[in-house]
């Protein structure tokens, strides 16, 4: 159980820390899995493709710091 509890916290970190890194490299994996044998359709293969990239997406937002703060076009000077 430990072992387990290991793998997630790791997974977990690596996520965290390349958000973006692991989006592609999980979007590399569906494409290679269905490639060699995970026998879906090409729509379905779009929505997991879609999904994936979304849920990772959302990850890489939230772990994105701002280094500047853009000026509002609105804003006087």
Do not use: C, Q, W
């Not at 390349?18 to 379905?44: D, E, M």
């Not at 994936?52 to 076009?73: C, E, Q, R």
């Amino acid at each position: 159980m430990n072992k387990m509890v290991a793998v997630f916290t790791g997974i977990r970190e690596i996520l965290v820390t390349y958000p973006a890194l692991s989006a592609a490299l999980v979007n590399v994996a569906v494409v290679v899995l269905s490639y060699f044998g995970l026998h879906i359709t090409g729509p379905n293969l779009i929505y997991i493709a879609g999904v994936v990239t979304t849920l990772f997406g959302v990850i890489v937002h939230s772990n994105v710091t701002p280094i500047a703060k853009l000026k509002d076009p609105g804003e006087s000077k």
